[in-house]
């Protein structure tokens, strides 16, 4: 077929100024930073998928910035100052994607996020519960509001749960519709004269003397320069980064009259996430049961993780329903032993923003914009 091309083709569908390799919420948000500043610098994104296939579109939608619990491992890990920086970052990070894309458009509802703990967990709870006071000091300036995190125990048996002795409320957490939020980003990108080019897999570059060249399914690809925004699967192209993949199983019911449960929910620790959607139940997470067979960049779901979700749902979230799943699916998030993404120049004219570590709803778009200023500043 690429033998097939048109004169015309290759002239304006082969080569840009810059390409963009994977059309997540990074490379898009990317591709969009440069056309808002610059109008004259030709950007060509391509896509490997029909529709992006990591986590963009396969993700739960939550707009958080920290449990209790996750903060207290990150600040043991990054000290307060680090740990501040992070929640800036994330808070920072979703007002940015709400200004520029509007709240209906991403479907942006403020229902709060909950932390909840079993009586199995009641020194992890009594932790956490001592240290909302600390991080609600240590976050009032960023979020301008005193007491985001407080203990909202009368909804345990409002939300209908079984077993659930403590329940941590985050006032601000939100949730949106990430597949809408990437339709809104597709649509922001066309209007500014980024091309998508899909079922385009990037299988191989290399640096001519005066640009670089793509090798792709399509054909050959020429631009000046290339930014990788390939998260988990940047390893296929960039070998050297520390990045680890890391499968995320998600499960969503059938519909449930009356449902009780409203808002986003954190369960041991983060390796369990679930929320409303419509009037159905979402419930992702189970990693941390076997996290050398998930940690791959394979998609797919294993009997002990969809065991597991199914108990957790029956036992503890929706113990008086009677439901179906009704659909399964997984994403690949990409991680690494910093909190942090990694936005560099690899080698000239070549770069990457990559690593999200399971947060890009909240750090995804400013990660693109910085990425994008990176390629801006190198021209
Ligand atoms: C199950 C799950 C639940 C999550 N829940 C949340 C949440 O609630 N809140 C939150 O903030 N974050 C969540 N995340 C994380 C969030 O989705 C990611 O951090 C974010 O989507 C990463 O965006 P990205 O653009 O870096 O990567 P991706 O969205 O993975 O985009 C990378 C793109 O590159 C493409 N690609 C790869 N290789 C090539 C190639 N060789 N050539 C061309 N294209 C290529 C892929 O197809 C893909 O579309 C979740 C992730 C998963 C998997």
Same mark, same amino acid.
């Given at each position: 077929?690429?033998?097939?091309?048109?004169?015309?083709?290759?002239?304006?569908?082969?080569?840009?100024?810059?390409?963009?390799?994977?059309?997540?919420?990074?490379?898009?948000?990317?591709?969009?930073?440069?056309?808002?500043?610059?109008?004259?610098?030709?950007?060509?994104?391509?896509?490997?998928?029909?529709?992006?296939?990591?986590?963009?579109?396969?993700?739960?939608?939550?707009?958080?910035?920290?449990?209790?619990?996750?903060?207290?491992?990150?600040?043991?890990?990054?000290?307060?100052?680090?740990?501040?920086?992070?929640?800036?970052?994330?808070?920072?990070?979703?007002?940015?994607?709400?200004?520029?894309?509007?709240?209906?458009?991403?479907?942006?509802?403020?229902?709060?996020?909950?932390?909840?703990?079993?009586?199995?967990?009641?020194?992890?709870?009594?932790?956490?519960?001592?240290?909302?006071?600390?991080?609600?000091?240590?976050?009032?300036?960023?979020?301008?509001?005193?007491?985001?995190?407080?203990?909202?125990?009368?909804?345990?048996?409002?939300?209908?749960?079984?077993?659930?002795?403590?329940?941590?409320?985050?006032?601000?957490?939100?949730?949106?519709?990430?597949?809408?939020?990437?339709?809104?980003?597709?649509?922001?990108?066309?209007?500014?004269?980024?091309?998508?080019?899909?079922?385009?897999?990037?299988?191989?570059?290399?640096?001519?003397?005066?640009?670089?060249?793509?090798?792709?399914?399509?054909?050959?690809?020429?631009?000046?320069?290339?930014?990788?925004?390939?998260?988990?699967?940047?390893?296929?192209?960039?070998?050297?980064?520390?990045?680890?993949?890391?499968?995320?199983?998600?499960?969503?019911?059938?519909?449930?009259?009356?449902?009780?449960?409203?808002?986003?929910?954190?369960?041991?620790?983060?390796?369990?996430?679930?929320?409303?959607?419509?009037?159905?139940?979402?419930?992702?997470?189970?990693?941390?049961?076997?996290?050398?067979?998930?940690?791959?960049?394979?998609?797919?779901?294993?009997?002990?993780?969809?065991?597991?979700?199914?108990?957790?749902?029956?036992?503890?979230?929706? &113990?008086?329903?009677?439901?179906?799943?009704?659909?399964?699916?997984?994403?690949?998030?990409?991680?690494?032993?910093?909190?942090?993404?990694?936005?560099?120049?690899?080698? &000239?004219?070549?770069?990457?923003?990559?690593?999200?570590?399971?947060?890009?709803?909240?750090?995804?778009?400013?990660?693109?914009?910085?990425?994008?200023?990176?390629?801006?500043?190198?021209?």
């Amino acid at each position: 077929m690429t033998n097939n091309l048109s004169y015309w083709e290759k002239k304006h569908f082969f080569k840009a100024d810059v390409i963009i390799v994977g059309a997540g919420i990074v490379g898009l948000n990317a591709a969009i930073a440069i056309k808002e500043k610059n109008q004259k610098i030709d950007v060509i994104v391509l896509e490997r998928g029909f529709l992006p296939s990591g986590a963009s579109t396969k993700n739960a939608g939550f707009a958080c910035f920290g449990s209790v619990s996750e903060l207290i491992e990150q600040e043991k890990l990054s000290g307060t100052d680090g740990l501040y920086q992070l929640i800036e970052r994330r808070w920072r990070g979703l007002l940015k994607l709400r200004n520029l894309l509007g709240d209906d458009n991403i479907n942006y509802q403020n229902y709060g996020g909950y932390e909840l703990f079993e009586a199995k967990q009641k020194d992890l709870a009594i932790e956490c519960v001592s240290k909302m006071s600390h991080f609600n000091s240590l976050i009032e300036d960023i979020v301008n509001q005193k007491n985001t995190y407080g203990l909202s125990n009368p909804k345990i048996k409002e939300f209908g749960f079984n077993g659930v002795e403590e329940l941590i409320e985050c006032s601000l957490e939100a949730q949106i519709d990430p597949a809408k939020m990437m339709k809104a980003l597709f649509s922001k990108a066309g209007s500014l004269g980024i091309q998508v080019l899909n079922n385009c897999k990037v299988e191989k570059f290399s640096s001519a003397e005066t640009h670089i060249v793509l090798e792709t399914n399509q054909g050959n690809f020429h631009c000046n320069q290339v930014l990788f925004t390939t998260n988990a699967f940047v390893g296929e192209l960039l070998p050297d980064l520390p990045v680890v993949p890391g499968r995320g199983q998600v499960v969503v019911t059938s519909p449930i009259k009356n449902l009780k449960v409203k808002g986003t929910f954190h369960y041991d620790k983060g390796y369990y996430y679930f929320r409303n959607i419509d009037d159905r139940i979402l419930l992702g997470g189970g990693r941390n049961l076997d996290f050398k067979t998930e940690e791959t960049t394979e998609f797919g779901k294993t009997e002990l993780v969809q065991k597991t979700l199914i108990k957790l749902l029956k036992e503890v979230i929706i &113990p008086d329903e009677d439901f179906k799943i009704e659909h399964q699916w997984s994403g690949i998030m990409a991680f690494g032993p910093q909190l942090t993404p990694i936005i560099e120049e690899v080698k &000239p004219n070549v770069f990457c923003a990559v690593r999200c570590n399971g947060m890009g709803i909240a750090i995804g778009s400013q990660t693109g914009q910085e990425a994008g200023e990176m390629i801006l500043n190198s021209l």
